[in-house]
Structure formats: C-alpha cells, structure tokens
C-alpha cells in the first residue's frame, strides 16, 4: 500500500534564491515550507536547486547557466514538476517553459492548487476558483501583449486578437459568475449567523498547520478534520461552547501561511468574516516550530489585511510536549545564549509581557494545561458577555468558582 504510493507521487525540484534580505539559512527554511506545500499537494521532492544573487533574474528567476543545470536534471530524472519559491511573472513564466520541458509551478500556484484539491464544500470550491480565475485573468492578458502591441490599423486584427478577447471575456464572464454565487451563499451565511443571536463569538485564527482544529476538537468535544498536513480546514466551522454553564460561539477557519496569495485572501474574504466579526481571538501559535516568530509575523499581516488586528487576542503556544530548545552549555563564555535555547519558562516571561499576561502555552495533544486554558477564556469571554449584558451577570461567577 505504502509502496503504491510512494510510486504515485510526482516527482518534484525546487528553486530558490539566496539574495541580501533572505540568506542562506531563511532560504532553507523557506525552501522546507515549499517542500511541505509539495508534499502536500501530492508531490516528492528530489532536488533543490538555490542561487546565490542580488535580485531574482527577471527573465528567468535563476541565471542562465543555473537554468541549464536544471533543464540537464529534469530531462535526465524524469522530473514532472519544477516550483519556485516566489511568484514567477508571466514573462518569467514563459521563458521558463521556453526552456525546461515540464510544468512549471511557483509558490502561489501551488497554493492555489492545494487549495483547489482541498476544498470540500461547494462554497470553498467556488471561492477558490474565483481565485484561480483573478490569477489566471492578468495571465491571459500577458501570454498576448506580443499581439496586442499591433493593435489597430486595418487588417490587424489577427486571429490572435480575437482569441484574447474571447479568452478573457470567457474568464471574466466565469469571475462574475463566481461572485455572483458566493453572494447569494453570503446571503444565506449572514441570516444564520443573525440567527445566532448575540453570543459572544471567538475566533481560533493561526498559521496553518498549528493544531487549531485539534484545540477546537478539545475545547468542543467535536470531530473537525484535522491532519499533519498544511490547509487541512478551508471551511470555516463554528460550534457552541459551554464553560461554565457560559455559552459561546468558537470557530475553526483556514490556516495563514507567508506570503498567502492575494487573490485567496480576496476571495476568502466571506470566510473570514467569522473572524472579521469576532469579538475575541486565540491566536494559535505552533511553539516547536523553529520559525515560529516569524509565522506570528505573517498572521499580524493577514489580520491587518482583514481589518481584525486590533482585536482582543490571546495569544495560544500550542505542542509545548513537542518543544526542543537547542542547548546551551553554560561553561560557554564566547557564544551568547540566543532564543533558540530559551526553554518554555523563558518564552512565557517573554510573551506574557509582551502581551500583558495575553498568552497561554498548551499541548492540545496531551492535553496540557487545558484547565488554564478554560479558565482563562472564560474570564475573557464572561468580561465580554456581561459587557453587552450587563442584567445578567449575576449567572456567571468568577473564574476561581467555575469547574
Ligand atoms: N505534538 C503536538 N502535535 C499537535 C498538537 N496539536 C496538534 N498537533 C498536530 O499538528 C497537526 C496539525 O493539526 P491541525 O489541528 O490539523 O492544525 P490546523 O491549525 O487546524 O491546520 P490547518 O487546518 O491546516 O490550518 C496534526 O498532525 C496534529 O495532530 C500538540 O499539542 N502537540
Ligand atoms: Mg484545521
């Protein structure tokens, strides 16, 4: 069994560049990402080709003489794939094809297609199609400039030139389509969630990958689907909590990622509502990822973008069990200690200053810590409940009362 699919996995080279802001060791770390997402999709890695240069070659991403290095190894291994760490430029894109002779993906394509793959519901299925569609669209456009720069005069009007047109209006037609869908499905969204009343609504957001459906299956005693592999959840699912004899509405949604396609985000957007519309955030965070911080960086980012990063938010450290601090020997008195050997303890100091006491470090797994973790959004969400209803506050006791 195992056998029968390691043979049907497609054979994969990646291409990254070193350059002055990404040096060697991000450009691994980057690089590891990429393999993952590849993994993910479906794909084995068997190479990966970086370059050392100042700016990504606009022609070809890589040099000419790296390039031909490539061409060699996929023509001599049977290569079926080729994905660049960054999105390629439709000109980039062309002379690539020009020269290797296999498909060539980049990192927003293969999100994209991930996506696509994963996508349940008709609702995500169509929201990502849209976002195929916004990529494809400015595509088309470029695969033709060559023809349109000919335009007018009499007699100029080549086939070519209708092909485009017709292309085009094709996929914008299809883009209207789309958004004409996934609004009346909005429609329909909205009126349950008015539905829903005047709950307090907690939103789990985080990269992806992190343990969010894992915490969510916790916390709710529900079955979300949830797997170590990147965009497990693309649907958005929202379930009653009740701590405390306190109810409240908890929803899992789609991981974030660096560098997460514009055009997702787009047409995400409805889905991300429920986060939009939170009144509080538990950002999970993966603690034993070596690149952790910077995963924190890129969900700030995509918050920003959807106009939620000033919300209250907890900050959630999750797999404490699985985390490994490098170690430090003490009699050391030439290397300083770094963050990469601060244990757990340290971490805590440091996030619960910086977040005035807004963070919590657990193991959704094992199950660590859960009972702070209960508490301490109950306390949150009972300030916010007896906020909006302040007759009724009486119900709910303190925090050291509950169970
Ligand atoms: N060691 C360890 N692994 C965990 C913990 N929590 C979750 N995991 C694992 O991490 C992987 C991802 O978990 P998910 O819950 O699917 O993560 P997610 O954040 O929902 O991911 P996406 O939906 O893909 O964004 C799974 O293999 C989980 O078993 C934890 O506390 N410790
Ligand atoms: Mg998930």
């Not at 973008?305 to 209250?312: H, L, N, R, T």
Request: glycine share 4%; aromatic share 8%; proline share 3%.
């Amino acid at each position: 069994m195992i056998e029968k699919k390691d043979i049907d996995l497609e054979k994969a080279v990646l291409i990254g560049v070193v350059t002055q802001n990404q040096d060697e060791e991000k450009s691994k770390e980057y690089l590891d990402e990429l393999e993952f997402l590849t993994f993910t999709a479906g794909g084995e890695v068997i190479k990966r080709f970086t370059q050392k240069m100042a700016i990504p070659n606009p022609k070809t991403f890589i040099g000419t003489g790296k390039m031909e290095d490539v061409r060699q190894f996929v023509e001599a291994n049977n290569v079926g794939t080729v994905i660049f760490d960054d999105e390629l430029s439709p000109a980039q894109e062309r002379n690539i094809s020009k020269i290797l002779n296999c498909k060539i993906l980049d990192r927003t394509n293969l999100i994209l297609d991930i996506f696509a793959q994963r996508a349940q519901t008709s609702y995500a299925r169509t929201q990502v199609e849209l976002a195929q569609c916004e990529y494809l669209l400015p595509r088309l456009k470029g695969m033709w400039t060559h023809l349109e720069r000919q335009k007018g005069g009499i007699g100029m009007r080549g086939p070519g030139e209708t092909e485009i047109e017709t292309d085009r209006r094709i996929v914008r037609d299809k883009i209207a389509l789309l958004k004409a869908k996934i609004k009346t499905i909005d429609k329909q969204q909205a009126v349950q969630r008015g539905n829903r009343g005047k709950m307090v609504r907690v939103a789990l957001v985080g990269y992806t990958n992190v343990g969010k459906s894992t915490l969510m299956n916790v916390i709710s005693k529900s079955e979300v689907f949830a797997e170590n592999k990147l965009f497990a959840t693309l649907d958005t699912t929202v379930r009653k909590v009740v701590i405390g004899n306190l109810p409240f509405l908890m929803s899992d949604t789609v991981g974030f990622i660096r560098k997460l396609p514009t055009q997702l985000v787009e047409s995400f957007k409805s889905t991300l509502d429920e986060v939009r519309e939170a009144d509080l955030l538990l950002h999970v965070v993966d603690i034993s990822h070596n690149n952790f911080e910077e995963h924190i960086d890129s969900v700030n980012q995509i918050l920003d973008e959807i106009d939620s990063k000033d919300k209250p938010t907890i900050m959630v450290f999750n797999k404490i069990d699985a985390y490994e601090a490098e170690p430090f020997d003490d009699d050391n008195l030439v290397d300083e200690r770094t963050k990469a050997n601060y244990t757990i303890e340290e971490w805590k100091k440091t996030w619960m200053s910086r977040m005035d006491g807004n963070a919590l470090f657990i193991s959704a797994l094992n199950k660590e810590n859960m009972d702070e973790f209960r508490k301490r959004v109950y306390q949150e969400v009972r300030e916010i409940h007896i906020t909006r209803f302040p007759y009724n506050h009486f119900l709910y006791p303190d925090v050291e009362d509950i169970e």
